[in-house]
């Protein structure tokens, strides 16, 4: 099962809700997908057993065969390329390593070589013996996509694989959440963050990805969250008090679940929920707030 940890913007807690979630559940698998700031690592602290460096392919023209007939830059959908009577420009930037240039060059005068594009680094955590993966972007690099394919290529088959997404709804999140089994959109009781839970609310329901909202630093006398998910249908499948004790052990770098018990029990009761709606296709009833003191 590939599970999603999401939100709309930064700050909200969604690594947070990621690593604790991840040390919750037997035989779990932590990749952090946010490539460009990966941080599950200062919480999680894992022991790193394997680390190699990323490529991505860029396209190089051998000029023997090509024509200039255009067609490479006609079948680029991100614009990368652009043929002039005698010299192909490419805009690596731009550059999705998507392979189709080369792939339909009538005069296969395209080939791909290897740029660096990052660090992969896997692991495990202890005393959980949660697996671990990292890709961190290199500084200046354009393009996280293909390196966050790279991440989600380490995902383990047949376990419970947990990843946290990069903040917002831009395509890095999109790569992220491409192909999983459920997101869950991490957000908090602000203006702000129902704004950015709207929006992403939007992008998984053009991919057709079930998803459900975990509301983090709530408060009882705040509804702003639950009107909203309760006008649109959306589960709110866990609410993570606004708690001074929490936020001290944030401070430290302390997951949750290892310093509060009870609350390692809530985000096994969380992925039993996620379970529940894949395997039924139904919705659970809402929770309510109290159910935090449970």
């Known amino acids: 099962m590939n599970i999603v940890i999401a939100s709309g913007k930064g700050g909200t807690g969604k690594t947070t809700i990621a690593t604790n979630l991840a040390l919750s559940l037997n035989g779990a698998v932590y990749l952090d997908c946010d490539v460009e700031e990966p941080d599950g690592h200062l919480f999680l602290k894992p022991v790193i057993e394997h680390k190699k460096t990323a490529f991505r392919l860029l396209p190089e023209i051998d000029y023997h065969k090509c024509t200039f ?3 490479c830059a006609e079948i ?3 614009h990368a390329l652009i043929v002039m009577p005698k010299q192909v420009l490419l805009f690596a930037e731009m550059c999705h390593s998507c392979g189709a240039c080369a792939y339909f060059c009538p005069e296969g005068a395209i080939q791909e070589k290897k740029k660096p594009l990052g660090i992969l680094r896997s692991g495990y955590v202890t005393p959980e013996g949660t697996e671990f993966v990292e890709g961190c972007l290199n500084i200046g ?4 996509g293909p390196l966050i394919r790279q991440v989600k290529e380490m995902m383990v088959p047949d376990r419970i694989n947990i990843l946290d997404a990069p903040p917002g709804t831009a ?3 999109v790569e992220t959440v491409k192909n999983t089994d459920y997101c869950l959109l991490v957000t ?3 203006p702000f963050g129902l704004h ?3 929006l992403t609310v939007k992008v998984l329901q053009i991919l057709q990805l079930p998803f459900g909202v975990l509301e983090n630093k709530a408060m009882p006398q705040n509804d702003l969250i639950d009107k909203y998910c309760q006008d649109e249908g959306i589960p709110v499948l866990l609410r993570v008090p606004y708690d001074r004790q929490l936020a001290e052990a944030y401070s430290r770098g302390e997951p949750a679940v290892r310093v509060f018990p009870e609350m390692k029990q809530k ?3 969380l992925f039993s929920r996620v379970e529940n709606i894949l395997k039924t296709k139904k919705q ?3 929770i309510t707030f109290e159910e935090k003191e449970k």
Do not use: A, S, V
């Not at 690099?141 to 996280?144: A, F, L």
């Open 267 to 269: 985000f096994q009761k």
């Open 69 to 71: 007939c255009g067609q």
């Open 141 to 144: 690099e354009m393009m996280p």
């Open 196 to 198: 950015d839970l709207k």
């Open 76 to 78: 680029c959908q991100y």
């Open 188 to 190: 908090e009781p602000t």
């Open 171 to 173: 395509c890095p999140m």
């Open 284 to 286: 659970p009833i809402p």
